[in-house]
């Protein structure tokens, strides 16, 4: 798809490029059936008249559940693999996420909950992160306390400035993208560290945050180890010398 060869949020640009056929990314069910596609693969979150219409055509459709945790994410990778006939490498997928998930257990294992570091997540929609959200699992794995789920954010709704003060989070993460204009990011990170209800906070009073790329917040997929990995490395660096001293 056209997202694919975007280098600001896909994780695959580089294979993307050797594929000839480029779709839109919203592409309707004519067009899809024109490529004479051997599987069809949906999410479920998909509109369902879309995916009726896509198997009232004949085609061979597999419709996935929306990963919410890193479970649902390698049972999708096993499902998906055993539908193209790959289950070998669908293992070996599961088997790299997890030697790196390994890597995070090792530094972060320890780490008492208590001592965990709080992190709250901005996007240009405002803080995010509900506990039962794909971000939650990924801050959980990473040694981090998801701040935004310790204050009681729901799916859907804003996190006031109260309860981030409240919540006293440790550090911000912020995006490193914005689709809708040049400079959304850059001013938001600057509206969120020089906001005055916020000075008594403790990411923003020691200027402590880092920037994530939007194909790590959202990974859905076998990237969501990387995530993981990125997110742990940035909160904890003392703790990842030794693995980033060749870098």
């Known amino acids: 798809s056209e997202d694919a060869l975007d280098g600001n949020t896909s994780l695959i640009k580089k294979k993307a490029e050797h594929v000839k056929k480029v779709v839109p990314a919203y592409i309707g069910v004519e067009a899809i059936l024109a490529l004479q596609p051997d599987l069809v693969?949906?999410?479920?979150?998909h509109n369902k008249a879309f995916i009726d219409a896509l198997k009232d055509t004949g085609l061979k459709v597999m419709v996935t559940k929306v990963?919410?945790?890193?479970?649902?994410?390698?049972?999708?990778?096993?499902?998906?693999?055993?539908?193209?006939?790959?289950e070998e490498r669908g293992k070996q997928i599961i088997n790299d996420m997890d030697k790196k998930l390994a890597v995070v257990q090792s530094k972060v294992g320890k780490i008492p909950e208590e001592k965990r570091k709080i992190a709250?997540?901005?996007?240009?929609?405002?803080a995010f992160g509900s506990k039962n959200g794909l971000f939650h699992d990924i801050c959980i794995r990473s040694g981090l306390r998801n701040g935004a789920a310790i204050a009681g954010l729901k799916?859907?709704?804003?996190?006031?400035?109260?309860?981030?003060?409240s919540t006293d989070p440790?550090?911000?993460?912020?995006?490193?993208?914005?689709?809708?204009k040049k400079g959304d990011v850059d001013k938001l990170r600057e509206d969120v560290l020089n906001d005055q209800s916020l000075q008594t906070v403790k990411a923003v009073k020691?200027?402590?945050?880092?920037?994530?790329?939007?194909?790590?917040?959202?990974?859905?997929?076998q990237y969501m180890a990387d995530a993981i990995l990125f997110m742990s490395e940035q909160a904890?660096?003392?703790?990842y010398s030794d693995v980033n001293a060749g870098k």
């Not at 709250?120 to 405002?126: D, N």
């Not at 440790?170 to 809708?180: E, K, Q, V």
């Open 41 to 45: 693969i949906v999410q479920e979150n």
């Open 67 to 86: 990963p919410t945790n890193l479970d649902m994410v390698q049972k999708r990778i096993a499902l998906i693999a055993r539908a193209v006939g790959e």
């Open 120 to 126: 709250i997540a901005y996007s240009l929609m405002g």
């Open 155 to 165: 799916r859907g709704e804003h996190l006031s400035k109260e309860k981030i003060v």
């Open 170 to 180: 440790d550090l911000f993460i912020f995006p490193r993208y914005s689709a809708t």
């Open 206 to 221: 020691n200027k402590s945050y880092f920037i994530i790329a939007d194909r790590y917040r959202y990974s859905a997929s």
């Open 236 to 239: 904890y660096p003392e703790l």
